[in-house]
């Protein structure tokens, strides 16, 4: 089986840093991916973590620790059209489904 | 670069009828999958192909199938539909786990609307 939880909604001032996390219970791990879904639009691929430690993308990064089966993805120098949903998907390997959580609502305010 | 495309993008049937949607995956990707989002929900999982083969199901009503033809395309057939089926329906595709299966290219979806 598989669990994940998530904030269910954020709120962050433009221009500032906010931290999404993640925690996880999968039978099996390969991986953590964080997408980015507007209303309406379809999900975007963000990042991928294979091996603990941070991965930064621009102004995004994302944060695994296996042992913690914890994750987090964090943006910088928020921007109002960050305002989305974010997912984390656990990839439990094989070529079996990416399974999303409920989803962290990001609410960017000016 | 070329995307995931679904047709069509819009759909309206009544209830009880049938309904067919296409997803073309990006050229050379050999998984795809389907998902159904409704409002406020996040997306689930239906089903998902691996070179044509059937490799994992989900959250997939009986009166729904799918396949994946012999160019790589997939159709999500639902047939009986009901009010319930009204939704966002989202297909990906990626490459196998050798060459990055766990990033999910997604396209734009058919919105369907059971009347």
């Known amino acids: 089986g598989q669990s994940l939880e998530q904030p269910s909604e954020v709120t962050a001032v433009e221009g500032a840093i906010v931290q999404i996390n993640c925690t996880y219970q999968?039978?099996?791990?390969?991986?953590l991916s964080w997408y980015q879904q507007h209303d309406g639009g379809a999900p975007t691929f963000l990042s991928y973590?294979?091996?603990?430690g941070l991965e930064e993308t621009g102004r995004f990064s994302s944060f695994l620790s296996r042992s913690d089966s914890y994750g987090y993805l964090l943006l910088q120098e928020l921007q109002m059209k960050d305002s989305a949903s974010y997912f984390c998907?656990?990839?439990?390997?094989?070529?079996?489904?990416?399974?999303f959580g409920i989803g962290t609502k990001l609410q960017v305010i000016p | 670069a070329a995307g995931v495309i679904q047709s069509p993008r819009h759909l309206i049937k009544e209830k009880r009828e049938t309904a067919t949607l296409k997803c073309y995956p990006i050229?050379?990707?050999?998984?795809v999958y389907w998902y159904q989002q409704g409002p406020g929900q996040d997306p689930q999982f239906l089903i998902s192909?691996?070179?044509?083969?059937?490799?994992d199901k989900g959250s997939i009503p009986d009166r729904f199938s799918a396949q994946q033809f012999s160019d790589y395309h997939s159709e999500l057939n639902m047939s009986s539909l009901e009010l319930g089926d009204s939704a966002l329906y989202f297909c990906?595709?990626?490459?196998?786990?050798?060459?990055?299966?766990?990033?999910?290219?997604f396209g734009s979806g058919t919105q369907l609307s059971v009347l």
């Open positions: 990906a595709s990626s490459l196998s786990r050798d060459r990055g299966r766990e990033k999910l290219f």
């Open positions: 999968t039978s099996g791990f390969y991986g």
């Open positions: 973590n294979a091996l603990d």
């Open positions: 998907a656990p990839d439990s390997g094989g070529y079996q489904k990416v399974t």
């Open positions: 050229p050379r990707h050999d998984t």
């Open positions: 192909f691996y070179e044509k083969m059937q490799s």
